[in-house]
């Protein structure tokens, strides 16, 4: 074995002939890698976790470390209330390395956790190195292992391990690009400019709202996407755009009516009052509760400062919220609908697990979620405890659920966020007092979810006898803990 050698392991000493003999292969050092990877040997199961770089490095990465951040340094927000906070809280009830390394190396950020890349990759690196139930082979894997595994080769996975994943799934369930349109929340829409109608009435007559434009407003804004800033393209971005998923600045550039003829065409739609509209934007629900909507076609490179500004130009968008940005980049990710159980198991593979955001979720965050889940899992299992999953009003089981029963054929990464969540019923919600109600639902709707989650994670922890760690407080000293 060309990894590091481990000698001695007081800490746990009949777990060392395991790590020669048995050890869970973790595939892939990024945020999910090292999260499973930690969770499995603080558990006591052996891991040997296999890095490529820098031997061998992706179109995105720049060092060696483990757990780089290839772009943006926010791990989102940290407000206990918001979904990514209450998952930070949950991952560190459940003792995350990556947040624990994320608050000692944080920088300002507003209510932001985002954090110094260096020593936070640092911090984690040192750490996993020097485990003594933790082996690091700084090579590619490029073949399916026999045993316990979990592959979290991420969005730039190498194309040899693509490969054996295609031979395995099917290449019709392995995808290799992301575009992905953006994402508003509901209750920011001025819902009196938009109509509800589905293309020649085809479906629901309220799956769509529709945002009609008249012809100067249309001109405006081809102006105002023709003439925004957009990201820089990595030089492996440029092969992706292909004609069936241009962004939509690219499409703008190609002509002033090409939009109307593309993703802004408003055939088959007719007003209220029976009028055809120049160009309309559609908005496709994003979940069952109508709580979000996606701007159907609208994947875009634009920065997101601008997509924001510009965005907000579409009638009834003028005060939009936005739960994510459009971006296009390269993606392998799992159809996991079809393919992963609430387990990270693969179906067909039992003993492979598959972690990070190659199961379809986005970012960091949602990244090391997965391997935090998948590693908790398979410590358990190897400790003889038959697990039940965890609980959908939690957010890592509400991010299982996105990935285990979405519909396959329209299935998309989705970050964590309180539409994935089973809806709060009456009675579990908390008696909703009228006039709060009025000004304040989504903050009391969010504080209720978030409570239940924080009930859910310590039964399913009280009946699995896992170990609820007490987090550190919270910068702006909100007290919603896992650990209370
Ligand atoms: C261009 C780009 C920009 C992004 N920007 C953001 C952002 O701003 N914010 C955000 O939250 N998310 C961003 N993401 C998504 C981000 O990549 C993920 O959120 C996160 O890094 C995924 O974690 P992961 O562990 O699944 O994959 P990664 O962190 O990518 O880790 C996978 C690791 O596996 C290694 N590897 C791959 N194949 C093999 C192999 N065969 N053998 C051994 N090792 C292998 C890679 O070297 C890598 O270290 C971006 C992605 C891309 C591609």
Request: proline share 7%.
């Amino acid at each position: 074995m060309g990894g590091d050698t481990k000698e001695s392991c007081p800490r746990y000493p009949d777990a060392y002939n395991e790590l020669v003999n048995d050890p869970v292969e973790v595939i892939g050092g990024g945020l999910a890698g090292c999260e499973c990877a930690y969770q499995l040997a603080e558990r006591g199961v052996p891991v040997r976790l296999w890095e490529m770089r820098p031997r061998r490095t992706t179109p995105a990465h720049k060092t060696g470390d483990l757990a780089e951040l290839v772009c943006s340094n926010s791990l989102r927000s940290d407000d206990p209330h918001h979904a990514a906070g209450l998952l930070k809280r949950e991952m560190e009830a459940l003792g995350s390395l990556i947040i624990a390394a994320a608050r000692a190396s944080a920088v300002p950020a507003g209510s932001a956790l985002a954090v110094d890349r260096h020593r936070f990759a640092s911090r984690i690196t040192e750490t996993l190195t020097s485990h003594p139930l933790i082996q690091i082979e700084r090579r590619e894997k490029t073949e399916l292992p026999t045993g316990d595994a979990v592959i979290a080769t991420g969005p730039l996975t190498s194309p040899d391990m693509s490969r054996a994943l295609t031979e395995l799934l099917g290449s019709e369930h392995l995808y290799f690009y992301d575009s992905i349109a953006p994402i508003v929340d509901s209750e920011s829409l001025d819902e009196s400019k938009l109509f509800a109608a589905s293309r020649y009435d085809k479906g629901e007559g309220d799956d769509y709202l529709n945002a009609p434009f008249d012809r100067e407003q249309y001109l405006a804004f081809h102006r105002a996407i023709v003439e925004a800033e957009v990201s820089p393209l990595h030089d492996f971005e440029q092969t992706l755009f292909f004609e069936g998923c241009l962004p939509i600045e690219e499409l703008a550039r190609r002509g002033v009516d090409t939009l109307r003829f593309g993703p802004m065409k408003p055939v088959g739609l007719r007003t209220p009052d029976g009028s055809r509209p120049h160009a309309v934007v559609q908005f496709r629900r994003e979940d069952l509760a109508r709580s979000q909507y996606n701007l159907v076609g609208f994947q875009s490179r634009m920065k997101w400062g601008e997509q924001k500004r510009v965005f907000r130009m579409i009638p009834g968008l003028e005060n939009a919220r936005f739960t994510r940005l459009g971006q296009v980049h390269r993606n392998t990710f799992l159809n996991s609908p079809i393919h992963l159980n609430r387990f990270y198991r693969l179906k067909t593979r039992p003993r492979i697990r598959i972690a990070g955001q190659i199961t379809g979720v986005e970012g960091y965050l949602e990244s090391a979620a997965t391997g935090l889940a998948a590693g908790l899992y398979l410590s358990l299992e190897r400790a003889g405890v038959s697990a039940s999953a965890l609980p959908v009003a939690t957010a890592l089981g509400a991010l299982a659920r996105h990935l285990t029963e979405s519909n396959p054929a329209r299935f998309q990464p989705a970050n964590i966020n309180y539409g994935l969540f089973p809806e709060l019923g009456p009675e579990l919600g908390p008696e909703l007092d009228p006039e709060f109600k009025r000004r304040s639902k989504r903050h009391q709707r969010r504080q209720a979810l978030a409570e239940r989650a924080r009930d859910a994670l310590l039964a399913w922890c009280r009946d699995h006898r896992v170990e609820v760690v007490q987090p550190q407080p919270a910068k702006d000293g909100k007290v919603l803990t896992c650990a209370s």
